[in-house]
């Protein structure tokens, strides 16, 4: 029985902040939720709604939470909240970060009683792979200072995001290229910059680069138009804002233009994201598993269990920065990537539930 449901706004500043196309950022923006159970057993989990990609603030997170919490605090095991999933699944389609931190908080909270990992509640791998994550650059005027940082690490993998700003993305992209050396590899993110296709194909071919793909680059959602970006640009396209429910996969069939960036926060949830994950498998569409700028090691270790389902589609994984971008984690060793990106093998979590031992 669950005796204690609460959602809270969770504020931690950010070291330096962190810009893309459509934002700037200073501090987290999360919602995190906190289920106590009768038994004792607490749980934790976090969602990042974010209105330029789900049409979420924390207001309607908050809204959304108060007009369900009644029917939520009856759940009692995860078929129930399964049920409960399945019974709203359009409300969710519309509040999908406020979904996924009260479902990771339940299930946290589930597997602490029942002293189980939430991947084994799930019936997915306990047995985790070695995780290496990319490094992602934001608009920054401290590019230079940032990307030094990751390739002291010995990191090769880089994900920057693109301001439209020609000549500064010219030059980034080329300080990187000299920089890293052998085994570069460098994808780019434009957070829906442009309206015409043309124009996102000239720019992105001026920069001369090898890109792994091009995220984002029209305005979300314009499926015919992305297609003919890839045709013309030859790159593949990460799709981010235009995916976000299993449905979009209708868009996706039958290319092999595609590769998908799969949030949990986006998703709704580790649920959701497992069956994207499956159904992506099937379809043979590569997989990025991403992040939220600002998350904490909740957020990190709903990702490493996505991650960890994605077999060899899994092209990419983003997060685990913990305290490089956040002044403060909320756990004892906050999930965090060292050198080569790989996570340092001391963070990696191992207890009931979530795994993590939160520390206010
Ligand atoms: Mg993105």
């Known amino acids: 029985m669950i005796k204690v449901l609460q959602m809270q706004r969770l504020n931690i500043p950010f070291r330096v902040s962190f810009s893309h196309a459509a934002r700037t950022r200073t501090a987290t923006e999360t919602v995190f939720v906190t289920t106590e159970l009768e038994g004792g057993a607490v749980g934790r989990g976090e969602g990042c709604p974010r209105d330029y990609v789900t049409g979420e603030n924390l207001d309607t997170?908050?809204?959304?939470?108060?007009?369900?919490?009644?029917?939520?605090?009856?759940?009692?095991?995860?078929?129930?909240?399964?049920?409960?999933?399945?019974?709203?699944?359009?409300?969710?389609d519309e509040n999908p970060a406020a979904f996924c931190a009260i479902e990771m908080s339940l299930l946290d909270a589930f597997g602490q009683q029942g002293r189980k990992s939430v991947e084994e509640l799930l019936g997915v791998s306990t047995h985790m792979r070695r995780f290496q994550y990319s490094a992602v650059i934001g608009i920054t005027q401290g590019f230079e200072k940032m990307a030094d940082e990751y390739i002291a690490l010995g990191m090769k993998d880089f994900k920057i995001k693109l301001s439209g700003h020609f000549s500064e993305d010219l030059k980034n992209v080329g300080y990187l290229q000299k920089k890293v050396g052998d085994g570069f590899r460098l994808r780019v993110d434009a957070n829906n910059l442009w309206c015409d296709v043309d124009e996102a194909v000239d720019?992105?071919?001026?920069?001369?680069?090898?890109?792994?793909?091009?995220?984002?680059?029209?305005?979300?959602?314009?499926?015919?138009?992305?297609?003919?970006?890839?045709?013309?640009?030859?790159?593949?396209?990460?799709?981010?804002?235009?995916?976000?429910?299993?449905?979009?996969?209708?868009?996706?069939?039958?290319?092999d233009f595609w590769i998908i960036n799969v949030r949990v926060s986006k998703m709704g949830g580790l649920i959701r994201s497992l069956r994207i994950v499956e159904k992506a498998r099937k379809l043979s569409v590569p997989i990025i598993v991403g992040a939220?700028?600002?998350?904490?090691?909740?957020?990190?270790?709903?990702?490493?269990?996505?991650?960890?389902s994605c077999g060899a589609s899994l092209l990419a994984q983003e997060g685990a920065f913990g305290t490089y971008l956040l002044e403060k984690d909320i756990v004892d060793n906050p999930l965090q990537f060292g050198k080569k990106g790989f996570l340092k093998y001391e963070s990696l979590p191992d207890g009931y539930g979530m795994g993590l031992v939160f520390r206010k």
């Open 292 to 308: 939220q700028v600002g998350e904490t090691s909740y957020l990190s270790k709903a990702g490493m269990i996505v991650a960890n």
């Open 203 to 255: 720019y992105i071919a001026r920069l001369q680069m090898p890109l792994l793909g091009v995220e984002e680059p029209l305005k979300s959602r314009n499926f015919s138009d992305l297609k003919e970006f890839s045709k013309k640009s030859k790159f593949r396209l990460i799709l981010d804002e235009s995916f976000k429910v299993k449905d979009d996969f209708d868009q996706v069939v039958g290319s």
């Open 61 to 92: 997170a908050f809204r959304f939470f108060e007009k369900y919490k009644e029917r939520l605090k009856a759940i009692r095991s995860v078929a129930d909240l399964m049920d409960f999933a399945e019974a709203h699944r359009l409300e969710i």
